[in-house]
């Protein structure tokens, strides 16, 4: 895409009322729009990179046999009411409607899979199955304050599972637990999955995935040797302590943010909604159901609270809204918007992605402006590279510049 055709434009300032460091550098780069608190809408650039989080755990999903689906927003009250949780979870939204019934708009699905599954699961045949969504959620929040990292409306990644046993339930817990280890892994994230009590009237077991980050929320003790995590709430250790897991390494303390979740829902949703199977004798049994989420739009927020630096904002490759920045230094120089058209147009044909900076504007906006936006790969094309035979490829992340002969610049591309 042509920067001089891109819907959004770079600002100086975040609003004043932006606090976060996340939505401030993604307001100022053009990613997102702030509504009002802990509301966003995703421009053309952070449409990108929520869909290239989404392709990621959706890949991870679907291979733990993971099945997609699409729930309704809007829940009848009913369904809520009878969980107990339209008056013990306070962050539900309530609306009525003129017609005088009660709805909200979902904070979370059980409510609505279990009588779904309902209509499918008879027998224990039926199960195992996991169903999952991508999609928009809603929290009655009473401060937002942290950007896109916890908003009143947020996309979420939900999924839900169907067990005929408790070994079964574990069998897949640890194997989505190793699932959401590899997708935070690949959005250049360093994860850890903390143990924890459920806390919530409905859950009984729970991990939380911490990712080490200044701007977390949370406090976290870690062993440095293994892979023992644990909230400093909850835990008996304390910074410095020999870890009581691998008793060889010791326990640090960080600061963390909480990017997924996972609960042992254990027979109560299907009690609730009377969703119940026929094991191998025929007896009629509650299935054990578990529930998993990952914040989307949360986790773009964390991927640029752990990764910015004081230039702006640093993506990831995996997640990142174009392969490469093409920037080109003309100062109307046909020759060189000329290359530059040339290569934008080759990078295209060999099927990368590219933000080209087209635009008649000082060398040092274009470079302030990569820097911002946060593009991994930066290309150069000016007459001076022209006259070196080559073009100037540098690392949003490392700095490193080099010179790559044009012949070589699609195999130098691939390779990075
Ligand atoms: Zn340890």
Request: hydrophobic fraction near 35%.
């Amino acid at each position: 895409m042509k920067q001089s055709v891109l819907f959004t434009k770079t600002r100086k300032t975040a609003p004043k009322d932006e606090v976060a460091k996340n939505a401030q550098l993604l307001i100022r780069a053009g990613y997102v729009h702030k509504e009002m608190a802990g509301v966003y809408s995703y421009l053309p650039l952070g449409r990108r990179v929520l869909e290239n989080i989404e392709k990621i755990v959706r890949e991870e999903m679907n291979a733990v046999g993971g099945q997609e689906l699409r729930m309704a927003t809007l829940h009848p009250s009913q369904n809520w009411i009878q969980t107990g949780a339209w008056d013990a979870v306070d962050v539900v939204f309530k609306i009525k409607s003129r017609t005088e019934k009660e709805y909200t708009i979902g904070q979370s699905a059980e409510e609505i899979i279990t009588p779904i599954a309902k209509e499918y699961i008879a027998s224990y045949k039926d199960l195992p199955i996991a169903l999952y969504q991508i999609g928009q959620k809603y929290r009655d929040e009473l401060r937002a304050k942290s950007g896109i990292m916890r908003g009143r409306e947020f996309s979420m990644k939900d999924m839900y599972s169907f067990h005929d046993s408790q070994e079964d339930f574990d069998r897949f817990y640890s194997q989505v637990k190793d699932a959401y280890l590899r997708v935070y892994e690949r959005c250049g994230l360093a994860a850890k999955a903390t143990e924890a009590s459920g806390g919530s009237f409905t859950k009984k077991l729970s991990y939380e995935f911490m990712v080490l980050t200044d701007a977390g929320e949370d406090d976290i003790l870690y062993c440095d040797s293994c892979s023992f995590c644990a909230n400093v709430e909850v835990s008996t250790q304390k910074e410095g302590d020999t870890c009581t897991r691998c008793t060889k390494g010791t326990m640090k303390r960080a600061k963390a943010s909480e990017v997924g979740n996972i609960f042992d829902l254990g027979q109560k949703y299907a009690k609730d909604f009377s969703l119940t199977y026929k094991d191998r004798e025929g007896n009629e049994q509650y299935p054990i159901m578990g529930c998993f989420g990952i914040g989307i739009s949360r986790l773009m927020g964390v991927i640029v609270e752990a990764l910015a630096d004081e230039k702006g904002i640093v993506w990831p490759k995996s997640v990142s809204p174009f392969h490469a920045h093409l920037v080109s230094l003309a100062s109307g120089n046909s020759q060189v918007i000329a290359e530059a058209d040339r290569l934008y147009q080759e990078l295209r044909e060999h099927g990368f992605e590219v933000l080209y900076d087209d635009r008649d504007v000082r060398a040092g906006e274009k470079f302030a402006d990569a820097e911002l936006i946060g593009i991994p790969t930066r290309l150069v094309i000016s007459e001076k590279t022209i006259a070196a035979g080559g073009i100037e490829v540098s690392s949003r992340s490392g700095g490193d510049t080099t010179l790559v002969p044009e012949s070589t610049i699609f195999e130098h591309l691939k390779k990075i």
